[in-house]
């Protein structure tokens, strides 16, 4: 015996909270991303500004991308959880019915 235990039903419960923050950082990444649009190249068109621009856009527009993502993200981890419950269930189950029949055989 590994030591391994797990409590399925709870896992799968849990896991269902994944949805909930998926959508609520869905919500923040639209909020975020309408803020971002609403100011546009606030930095100004300027040498100061596009040097600004140059050093930092790129990498602002990937982390917005990032942050966009986030909700699949953790969508797809409380899925995977739930999967995850279900498929250590059927294991638990079929190893308790093999050791069943296996005592049944015995007797």
């Known amino acids: 015996m590994s030591g391994f235990r797990t409590d399925n039903d709870l896992l799968a419960r849990r896991a269902e ?3 909930g923050l998926a959508a609520r950082a869905d ?3 639209e909020q975020l991303r309408l803020q971002i649009e609403d100011h546009g190249a606030c930095w100004g068109a300027d040498a ?3 040097a600004f621009a140059e050093g930092h856009v790129t990498a602002a527009d990937a982390a ?3 942050i966009e993502a986030l909700p699949s993200g953790l969508a797809g981890v409380g899925s995977r959880l739930i999967e995850t419950a279900s498929a250590y269930a059927a294991s638990e189950h079929n190893s308790q019915t093999a ?6 055989q015995d007797a």
Request: charged fraction near 30%; avoid cysteine; hydrophobic fraction near 50%.
């Open 27 to 29: 919500r923040i990444a």
């Open 64 to 66: 917005l991308s990032g």
């Open 99 to 104: 050791i069943g029949d296996v005592d049944r």
């Open 48 to 50: 100061v500004g596009a």
């Open 17 to 19: 909270a994944f949805d």
